[in-house]
């Protein structure tokens, strides 16, 4: 059974940059693509990209262009986001998901609060 | 971008009653190449990631009572809870995986009458 442990909670300044981490474990990590979604407090899923360990390309939604970055560590199994130019309407819950077609994978969330 | 919209926003049910949500795409989500329905839905409860209930439209995820099944093709899509138990209590979303980017429905809101 795969699993995925997110690092935790982050709270940074306006303009800031912030690194979350994903660690997979139960699968072969380099086989499956990695999604990123968010969710602002008490609003709905928002998709944010992917990247494919093995060969580690990125596909971003255009929304987050130039401001988002995913990479990935495949000695230790573990995706990264990294969002740059934070403002409060960054502030969320920042979740990684293994797409297997489907996304049936769930990290359990990383809250970032973006507060001066 | 597909657009995903789901209706009702809310709804809430006796308990042991049905419960239906509907989902629709702004285009056809069937993959010819396996001739699938690339539509999955999830359940949120607060405090929890998403859970996935449903994919291709129609197939239970392992570990997900029966009570809950998937129906539809093509644009329209829905969500049935046979008999709704207090733990189904929470905010489910239907998502396209047909192709970039993925997008979510709205989200709707399920709680007990």
Not at chain 1, 25 to 54: C, N
Not at chain 2, 3 to 26: F, H, W, Y
Request: glycine share 8%; hydrophobic share 30%; aromatic share 14%.
């Amino acid at each position: 059974q795969g699993q995925l442990l997110q690092s935790g909670t982050e709270v940074k300044k306006p303009g800031a940059s912030v690194k979350v981490s994903c660690k997979s474990s139960g699968y072969t990590f380099r086989d499956y693509y990695m999604h990123w979604v968010r969710q602002a407090p008490g609003q709905g899923l928002e998709w944010m990209g992917w990247i494919f360990p093995k060969t580690g390309g990125t596909y971003y939604a255009q929304k987050f262009q130039g401001r988002v970055t995913l990479t990935r560590d495949t000695s230790i199994t573990t995706t990264y986001l990294e969002l740059s130019s934070l403002t409060s309407d960054d502030t969320a819950l920042y979740y990684c998901t293994r797409e297997n077609w489907f996304f049936d994978y769930w990290g359990q969330g990383t809250l970032v609060t973006v507060s001066s | 971008d597909i657009v995903m919209t789901q209706s009702p926003d809310s709804l809430a049910v006796s308990l042991g009653e049905r419960a239906s949500i509907n989902c629709k795409s702004s285009q056809y989500i069937f993959d010819n190449s396996n001739k699938k329905n690339s539509l999955s839905w999830f359940q949120q409860k607060p405090g929890q990631p998403p859970r996935l209930l449903i994919y291709w439209a129609t197939t239970r995820q392992s570990g997900v009572p029966d009570r809950f099944s998937g129906s539809g093709s093509g644009t329209d899509f829905t969500l049935t809870i046979s008999s709704l138990q207090a733990e189904d209590v929470a905010v489910y979303y239907c998502q396209q995986y047909y192709n970039l980017p993925r997008t979510f429905g709205p989200g709707t809101r399920v709680d007990i009458k």
